[in-house]
């Protein structure tokens, strides 16, 4: 039996005004004062500028907010961008780092994910390192190695159990609908687990979380989390909702 407690994280994007994220934060709040709560770690990544009204909505719970991104140095003449400092000032433990969209959108590589998550725990953040590959990679036969090289160029240097978690989200499943089987994502998340214990060794890689993400819904969450190797969840789409958010938690 893995000692590793799962997390269920909600990633909501690009989405919400302040009523929206207010109301979605303090659904989730009230669901986990009325427990039981669920056997898992609860995080919401909301976009930055909702970050203080979350945090205030859900103070004094154990819901854990975090950002979707953050820059890799502690301030200075970087326009438009979040420093992890100033994530954690805000009350954010968590910083999601290299997802696939960020890796797109703006062109992301390997080497700017891992100084990200280097400064994210520099500054006492936990950093989700997200990997996945795309359809035409695993069309390709490619998918371990693309996760294999995205997983040695973006893990932070100091990965810890406490201070990393790492998210397999493949590309193709992303707001697709379109889940991976349990048979591709145990395969992944067992290979991303035996190369954690090449660069980590046996007790860091046996205790290091890795998430699935990519169209985790409530009807398909109890099978995933049921994997020896998938230790919670990166959700968006079903994030925004609290219903749907809780009933993934509580197939942990
Ligand atoms: P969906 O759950 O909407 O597929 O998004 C997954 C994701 O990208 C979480 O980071």
Redesign the pocket.
Known sequence: MSARRKLIAG?WKMNGLRADGTALAKGLAAKLAAGPAPACDLLVCPPFTLIVPVVEAVAGSALAVGGQDCHAKTSGAHTGDTSPAMLADLGCRYAIVG?SERRTDHAEIDAQVKAKAEAALAAGLIAIVCIGETLAQRDAGQTLEVNRSQLVGSLPDGATPENTVVAY?PVW???TGRVATPAQAQEVHAAIRAELVKKLGAAAAAGMRILY????KPDNARELLALPDVDGG?????SLKVADFWAIAESC
């Open positions: 990633n997802h989200e499943a992303i707001g993400g990519g169209s985790m990166l959700i968006g789409g079903a």
